[in-house]
């Protein structure tokens, strides 16, 4: 290995140019699905997407004056209820700039993750330049590495994450801070080491799992520096501290007092998880570098994997956050030469380089999961705040940061050939990218969802609301139907009018909270017992579907199901069903664009109407492309539906009771297409919608 001393001669206002260049070039590669479908369709989901919104009006209406900062409008009449789930504090800030500017909540939301982004871009290369005195050009190339970073694309719909992109900022706080303190600088020492409280307590605000992360981080590679110094560098530290005494006295004070509003609402807050449930997502050591299959070099590798290889227990979901491949391999190689004294380290880069070196490997085989042995359990029973962090394989997401420097400082150094050094360095760019569609949050349906409640009732202290129209009950194999929609549409419509609400979801739960499965018949009777114990006075319902607001509930329901059918079951008869399909796990689907059931009930129904839900998914749905379902039942009145989503859904009218206890639903489905005609795959059949069951009361 060799040092490159030649650099090239271009001025400042070049580089300056040159850096906002490619930081927007990369910006719109990893925000793409959004941009190019013009933002109809957001990273997020319909349940966590919505919560994090909610979450964010929530600020900005602290900003307003509206609200008390450490209680949000949710799990009424609880306080201190934001400790219940991340904070996002420094989101909400940038968020209420946008929502100033009068865009709507999940613009403003999308746009605040850009900026989020585009921080940890110029951060890191303001770190490589001033820490490890990287080139500008392999300064580039790492920032524009660790803003793609594959993992953290793959964890978008937990946008909370991106604040990782915070750790090169703190982490060149902390750097300027201690060159002062040695330099016995005490006025620089004050202005950063503030700084660096200031910021790590507002992140600790923003994503307790990032903030914790890099604070482990950080102590164990200062641990490891301290060692290198030895015991002449350790007096010549602890002479610095007592001649700037008053300043550290100063950043103690600061960091105490910024971290108070953190500490009042998470320590009391009950964060501690079982370890059953933590081990679960503990990362086995191919997770270090599972990608996922969507990902444009290795992903047919991570897919082949999946199948045929029984040993490598490979995760799913929260597990893919591994670091890509090659980036950990330079990373390795870096760790390997400075630990055999290979690399020629710079005095001033030397202590450093070793700190991120032995850190990083550190952290690493700690998190690792070999069967049921993990080292993990140490920073569990041990670390401050370990026992609170449940997807312990989101600690990939800051170690791209360290990997990335050392991989880019290793390549700065190398004596490869220019050609082969473009080569490496342009296979790192294309590692990070991911095919895989992270925009699955339909903006125009969940404005729709949640905007348009008209103000409340002057006598409204408190609402509780009812299912939501994609609310889907009774459906054991998709859970988060009955708990989710309702919940969450509630915690961004309460911050919307400006009224607290009974219901909300959030990482951490009240002890008494009960308000899943909206559509059972005992809901608005555990509605009631909740209004009971709390002494809620002015309780109002409001209607998720017709938006109207009812203040006096009627918690008592006469309503009973008088039928109920699982298109899943290969035991309903097939005289009963045409246009359907073969029963699969998820129910049946469409084929063509007419389908019908016939029902029979048990009894005449002695009532005036009926209420009929079709639980249901739909097909080839794009923001190109809808699904109109027309409804009708026993040939009455039709009743025309529009899906523009995946997601489960609800189609839930009111019909007039049948003359007799047999009768036919009769759907129309006129947008049904094949994948073979939309150049997906060679499926002929015209697909519309996948039916989960049909209900009667």
């Known amino acids: 290995m060799r040092f490159n001393h030649a650099r090239p001669l271009i001025g400042q206002r070049t580089i300056t ?21 013009r933002f109809g369709h957001l990273s997020g989901d319909r349940y966590d997407g919505v919560i994090q919104v909610a979450l964010l009006e929530h600020w900005f209406n602290v900003f307003r004056g509206w609200s008390h900062w450490a209680t949000p409008n ?31 909540v999940f613009l403003a939301n999308e746009l605040t993750n850009i900026v989020i982004k585009g921080v940890g871009f110029f951060g890191f290369m303001a770190a490589a330049r001033r820490m490890l005195k990287l080139p500008v050009e392999w300064a580039l190339l790492g ?10 694309f ?22 300027n801070a201690a060159q002062a303190l040695l330099l016995s600088q005490g006025r620089r020492l004050l202005v950063f080491g503030s700084l660096a409280a200031l910021l790590f307590a507002a992140w600790m605000m923003s994503c307790l799992y990032t903030a914790w992360f890099f604070a482990v981080l950080a102590v164990v590679a200062v641990a490891f520096q301290l060692l290198l110094r030895g015991l002449p560098g350790l007096k010549q530290l602890g002479h610095a501290v007592i001649v700037n005494k008053g300043a550290l006295l100063g950043i103690a004070l600061v960091a105490a007092l910024s971290l108070l509003p953190f500490i009042s609402v998470y320590l009391g807050a009950g964060r501690q998880r079982p370890w059953s449930e933590i081990l679960f997502y503990i990362p086995s050591l191919f997770d270090s570098f599972n990608v996922g299959t969507g990902n444009a070099v290795f992903g047919d590798m991570i897919t082949a994997l999946h199948a045929g290889c029984q040993m490598c227990d490979l995760g799913s979901g929260e597990r893919e956050a591994g670091i890509a491949p090659v980036l950990l391999l330079l990373a390795g190689m870096c760790i390997l030469d400075i630990f055999r004294r290979r690399l020629p380290l710079p005095a001033d880069v030397k202590t450093i380089m070793v700190g991120i070196a032995a850190a990083s490997l550190i952290l690493w085989l700690l998190s690792i999961r070999f069967d049921q042995d993990t080292g993990w359990a140490w920073l569990y029973h041990y670390w401050p705040g370990g026992g609170g962090l449940r997807v312990v394989s989101r600690i990939f997401l800051l170690l791209t940061l360290p990997a990335t420097a050392l991989a880019a400082w290793y390549l700065s150094r190398s004596s490869w050939s220019p050609l082969v050094l473009l080569a490496v360095s342009a296979l790192l760019l ?29 006598e409204c202290r408190a609402f509780f609301t009812t299912a939501s129209p994609d609310t889907v009950d009774g459906d054991s194999s998709f859970p988060v139907g009955s708990l989710y929609p309702h919940n969450v549409d509630a915690m961004l419509i309460a911050e919307l009018v400006h ?88 129910g049946r689907w469409t084929e063509g664009r007419e389908a019908s ?83 997906i795959n060679a499926d002929p059949r015209q697909l519309a919608i996948g039916v989960k069951s049909i209900e009667i009361e």
Request: glycine residues 4%; charged residues 15%; contains cysteine.
């Open 597 to 679: 059931f016939q029902y029979v009930l048990p009894a005449k129904a002695e009532r005036a109407t009926l209420s009929l839900k079709i639980n249901l998914i739909t097909a080839m749905v794009n923001d190109r492309h809808s699904q109109r379902v027309v409804v009708s039942v026993d040939g009455g009145e039709k009743h025309e539906f529009v899906f523009k989503t995946t997601a489960r859904a609800t189609i839930a009218l009111t019909v007039p009771a049948p003359a007799s206890t047999q009768g036919e639903i009769h759907l129309e489905l006129p947008d049904a297409v094949s994948p073979r005609e939309l150049g």
């Open 17 to 37: 140019g040159l850096t906002l260049a490619v930081a927007l070039l990369v910006l719109a590669v990893f925000f793409r699905q959004q941009i190019l479908n």
């Open 499 to 586: 009224l607290p609400t009974i219901n909300g979801f959030a990482s951490f739960n009240p002890p008494d909270w009960n308000f899943a499965a909206p559509a059972a018949p005992d809901y608005l009777l555990r509605v009631q017992a909740y209004a009971k114990t709390h002494q809620l006075q002015g309780l109002c319902q409001l209607d998720l579907t017709s938006k109207r607001w009812h203040t006096r509930p009627v918690y008592v329901t006469t309503r009973a199901r008088l039928g109920y059918w699982d298109l899943a079951s290969k035991q309903l008869p097939a005289e009963r069903l045409r246009g359907f399909g073969p029963a699969e796990p998820f």
């Open 430 to 458: 294309a590692e990070e990218i991911n095919h895989s569609p992270i925009t699955t949050l339909d903006r125009q349906l969940l404005l729709d969802r949640t905007s348009g409640v008209p103000p409340a009732p002057a």
């Open 74 to 104: 949710y799990f009424y009449p609880y306080p201190n209820t934001l400790g219940y789930n991340e904070g996002l504090f420094l989101n909400g800030v940038l968020y209420s700039l946008f929502r100033a500017a009068s865009l709507d």
């Open 143 to 152: 920032a524009a590495i660790f803003t793609l970073s594959n993992n953290s």
């Open 154 to 175: 793959m964890q978008l719909s937990h946008a909370q994450l991106l604040s990782v992109s915070l750790a090169p900022v703190e982490a060149l706080l902390i750097y």
